[in-house]
C-alpha cells in the first residue's frame, strides 16, 4: 500500500495553542469532534496506515467505555462518540485496499442476539471485503437462525461472530449450537470478536478462534478459507 508502519508523531499538532493531548484517541474519548477529524484527514494525506489510525480511535473508545463504567459519561456521550468514529471512518475508508474483484470465499457476519454494537463489526467486514472476501453482513441483533439460513444459503465456510456485552456471549454459544445441530459445524468454521471476547469465551462458546481486531479476522480468514 506505501503506507509508512513507523512510530506516527502527532500530525496535526498546532504549535502554541493550550491542549489538552494531541494524541488521537485522547481527541476521541474528549469527543473534540472536529479535532479528531482534522487530524485523520492531515494523517491520511501524509499516507499514515489507515490501520493504525483505526487502532488510536478503538483506543478511544476504549477510554469512552471506562469513563462510561466510573459514570463520567452517560448514554448520550456514548452515541457522540460513535457517531465521531462512524464520521472518520467514512473518511478513513477509501484508503483501505481495494479488493480486486475476486471472491476468496464467502463469509457470513453479524452482532449476536441482544447485542447492537456495530462499529468494530463493520470495520471487519470492510476489511475482510477489501481482502477479496465476500461478506455478508447480517447486522445487529441477529438470531441463531437467521445466520443457519444465510450459511445454508451462501454454502460459506466461515461464519464471523460480533458481540461486545456479557450476555453476547451466550448468544453466541447458542449460535454455535444451531450450527452444529443443522450439520454444517464440519465445514463451518467460527470466528468470535467484540471488546471482551478472549481464549475463555472462545471455549465457552465453542467457537474455534478469536480475533481481538480487524487485521487479526483478516488473519483468520485466509487461514481458515485459504490455509
Ligand atoms: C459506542 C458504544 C455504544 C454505542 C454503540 C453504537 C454502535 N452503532 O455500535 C451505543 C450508545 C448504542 C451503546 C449502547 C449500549 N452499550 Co455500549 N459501548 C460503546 C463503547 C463506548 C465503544 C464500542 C466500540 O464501538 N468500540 C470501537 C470498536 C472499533 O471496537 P470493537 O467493537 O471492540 O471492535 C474491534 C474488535 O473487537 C474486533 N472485532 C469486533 N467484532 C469482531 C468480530 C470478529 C469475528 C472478529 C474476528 C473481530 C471482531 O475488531 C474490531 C475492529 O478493530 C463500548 C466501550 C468498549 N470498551 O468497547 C461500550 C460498551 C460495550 N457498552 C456497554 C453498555 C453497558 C451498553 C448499554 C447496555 C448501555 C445502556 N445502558 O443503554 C447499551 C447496550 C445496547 C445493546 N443491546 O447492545 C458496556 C458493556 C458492558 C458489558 N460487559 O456488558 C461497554 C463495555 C461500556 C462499559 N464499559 O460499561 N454502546
Not at 476521541?28 to 473534540?32: D, I
Given at each position: 500500500m506505501g503506507h509508512e508502519d513507523h512510530a506516527w508523531k502527532g500530525v496535526g499538532q498546532m504549535e502554541g495553542k493550550e491542549r489538552s493531548s494531541d494524541r488521537l484517541s485522547d481527541m476521541?474519548?474528549?469527543?473534540?469532534e472536529k479535532e479528531v477529524l482534522e487530524m485523520v484527514r492531515n494523517a491520511l494525506e501524509e499516507k499514515v496506515n489507515p490501520l493504525s489510525l483505526?487502532?488510536?480511535?478503538?483506543?478511544?473508545?476504549?477510554?469512552?467505555?471506562?469513563r462510561f463504567e466510573r459514570k463520567d459519561y452517560f448514554r448520550s456521550e456514548l452515541i457522540m462518540s460513535a457517531e465521531i468514529f462512524?464520521?472518520?471512518?467514512?473518511?478513513?475508508?477509501?484508503?483501505?485496499?481495494a479488493g480486486q474483484g475476486e471472491n476468496k470465499?464467502?463469509?457470513?457476519?453479524?452482532?449476536?442476539?441482544?447485542d447492537i454494537h456495530d462499529i468494530g463489526k463493520n470495520?471487519?467486514?470492510?476489511?475482510?471485503?477489501?481482502?477479496?472476501?465476500?461478506?455478508?453482513?447480517?447486522?445487529?441483533?441477529?438470531?441463531?437462525?437467521?445466520?443457519?439460513?444465510?450459511?445454508?444459503?451462501?454454502?460459506a465456510r466461515l461464519l464471523g461472530l460480533s458481540g461486545l456485552l456479557t450476555l453476547?456471549?451466550?448468544?453466541?454459544?447458542?449460535?454455535?449450537?444451531?450450527?452444529?445441530?443443522?450439520?454444517?459445524?464440519?465445514?463451518?468454521k467460527?470466528?468470535?470478536?467484540?471488546?471482551?471476547v478472549n481464549e475463555k469465551v472462545v471455549e465457552y462458546t465453542g467457537a474455534d478462534?478469536?480475533?481481538?481486531?480487524?487485521?487479526?479476522?483478516?488473519?483468520?480468514a485466509r487461514l481458515y478459507l485459504e490455509g
Open positions: 476521541l474519548s474528549e469527543l473534540r483505526v487502532e488510536e480511535l478503538r483506543e478511544g473508545m476504549a477510554e469512552v467505555g471506562r462512524k464520521e472518520a471512518i467514512v473518511l478513513i475508508e477509501p484508503h483501505l485496499a470465499g464467502d463469509i457470513v457476519i453479524g452482532t449476536v442476539k441482544g470495520i471487519v467486514a470492510t476489511l475482510l471485503r477489501c481482502s477479496g472476501y465476500r461478506v455478508h453482513d447480517l447486522g445487529v441483533d441477529v438470531p441463531p437462525e437467521a445466520f443457519v439460513t444465510k450459511l445454508l444459503e451462501t454454502n453476547a456471549f451466550d448468544s453466541m454459544k447458542e449460535t454455535v449450537c444451531k450450527v452444529e445441530q443443522a450439520g454444517l459445524r464440519d465445514r463451518v467460527v470466528i468470535i470478536g467484540g471488546g471482551p478462534a478469536f480475533g481481538k481486531d480487524a487485521a487479526q479476522a483478516v488473519e483468520l
